[in-house]
């Protein structure tokens, strides 16, 4: 989730290859915890009577997954985008999934997991940072619209996390609010690590520290328990457009 100025033979070929390259991407996705085949892409959008929505976490998931393997074979559907279903929006929303994802310009979940008008409930702050906001709209999609999945979207090359690592290793002091995000991020750092290596083992436990402290929220914890809930951790590759998980 760059646009080139080329004459259209050049983009032609430069299409060509990246398909070519990711042909051999076109196969599992570990987003939902085991092989997951998608459906075969075509250019109409999903509509209620053509595919149900997703009512479980496991569905969730596997639309997702499926989603993603469009996106990364350069087969995506755009779903949900007709006049029809923009009509049906205006009085009611019924989302699948609730994504907390990183500001990133580079990962909009409704790219990455080519999804359309209504089917994501999107949630974004640097580095996926919680706070009273962030939990609050969290909690919105849960417990008011009844969203069964809860993913927490990290990705490589995070800027934020890069920051905090910084900020720790020099100790000097971010500008403005954005120490705030550093001091979040910050128990999270892998100091097991150097280098790049501490920031991308950083960037997989803050994840997975995000993930814990979402199932610990008592109201979340509720829903967990007793199966109407999953919050799950996964990541985005900048090189390979996969999203995968992180236990």
Known sequence: MNSEDTPLRSVRRA???RSLLRGGLAGAVALGGTALAAAPASASSRTPAAT???TTADEALRELAAGNRRWRAFRERHPDETPAVRQTLVSSQHPFAVVLGCIDSRVPPELVFDQGLGDLMTVRSAGEVLD????GSIAYGVLELGIPLVVVLGHQ??????AAVQADLT???L???IQYLADRIAPAIDRTKTGDARVDATIDANIR???SRLAAEPDLAERITTGKLAVVGARYELTTQLVHRIA
């Open 157 to 162: 090359s995070c800027g934020a996390v890069k």
């Open 132 to 135: 009273e906001a962030v939990l």
């Open 15 to 17: 299409f060509a290859r």
């Open 52 to 54: 149900p929505r997703p």
């Open 171 to 173: 100790g000097e002091a």
């Open 209 to 211: 520290a995000v993930r």
């Open 175 to 177: 500008p403005a609010h």
